[in-house]
C-alpha cells in the first residue's frame, strides 16, 4: 500500500482489526485527552511502507491522557489493570501527561497533544484516538511526511538544548530501528547545524 497523507493512515488503521480493538478499549475508560500515540501509529506505517506480513512486535502501547485534578501515578496503574481486563494480551503503558514534566523535569504540557508535540523525534509525535461515532482522529504536530517518508528526525524541542539532543542521540542508538525496518534514515542533531 502506498501511504501519502493522514487519510491514508487513518484507512490504515481502521482495516486493521487488532488496532481498532485497542482503540475501543481506550475509548471505553473516558480518559480526559486521550490518545494511543508514538510506536502504535509509526510501526504501522513503516511495517506497510516495508512490505511486511506480519506485524512487527512493539513494547508496549503508550496511552496517554491529561487530567492535573489527579496527577496520582496510581491512578495510572489503575487505568492499566482495567485495560489489561479488555485486552489481557497487551502491553499497556498509561500515562498521565499533566505529571509526566515531573518526571522528566521539564516545563508542564498545557495538554496531550502538546507532550505528543515534545516526543523526541518527528516521525514518532503521532496520537490516534476513537469520537464519538468511532471516527479516526489522528494528531500529528510535525505532520506526517517524515513519518510517511521513514525519516528520523528530532522535533524542534530536542533540539533546544544540548542535554536534550543527547537523550535523542541515545534514543536513536538504542531503539536501532533501522535493524527492523531498513529503508529508515536517522538524521543526528549534528545534520541540523
Not at 68 to 91: A, G, Q, S, V
Not at 153 to 176: A, G
Request: with cysteine; glycine share 2%.
Amino acid at each position: 500500500m502506498i501511504i501519502k497523507n493522514d487519510k491514508d493512515i487513518i484507512q490504515l488503521i481502521k482495516e486493521d482489526e487488532w488496532m481498532m480493538d485497542i482503540l475501543k478499549a481506550v475509548k471505553s475508560l473516558n480518559l480526559p485527552d486521550w490518545w494511543v500515540c508514538a510506536g502504535f501509529v509509526r510501526s504501522k506505517i513503516w511495517d506497510t511502507l516495508h512490505g511486511f506480513k506480519e506485524r512487527t512486535p512493539i513494547p508496549d502501547i503508550d496511552v496517554i491522557y491529561f487530567d492535573d485534578t489527579n496527577m496520582d501515578e496510581l491512578e495510572e496503574k489503575k487505568f492499566e489493570m482495567r485495560l489489561r481486563n479488555i485486552l489481557p494480551n497487551i502491553p499497556w503503558s498509561v500515562k498521565n501527561e499533566a505529571r509526566m514534566h515531573i518526571v522528566n523535569n521539564i516545563s508542564p504540557y498545557s495538554s496531550s497533544v502538546d507532550a505528543i508535540s515534545k516526543f523526541p523525534e518527528t516521525a514518532t509525535s503521532l496520537g490516534v484516538k476513537l469520537d464519538e461515532k468511532d471516527d479516526i482522529i489522528l494528531v500529528a504536530p510535525w505532520g506526517v511526511d517524515d513519518v510517511i517518508n521513514m525519516e528520523v528526525k528530532p522535533t524542534p524541542y530536542f533540539k533546544e538544548s544540548k542535554e536534550l539532543s543527547q537523550i535523542y542521540e541515545e534514543r536513536i542508538t538504542k531503539k536501532n530501528w533501522k535493524d527492523i525496518w531498513y529503508k529508515v534514515k536517522v538524521f543526528h542533531i549534528e545534520n541540523f547545524y
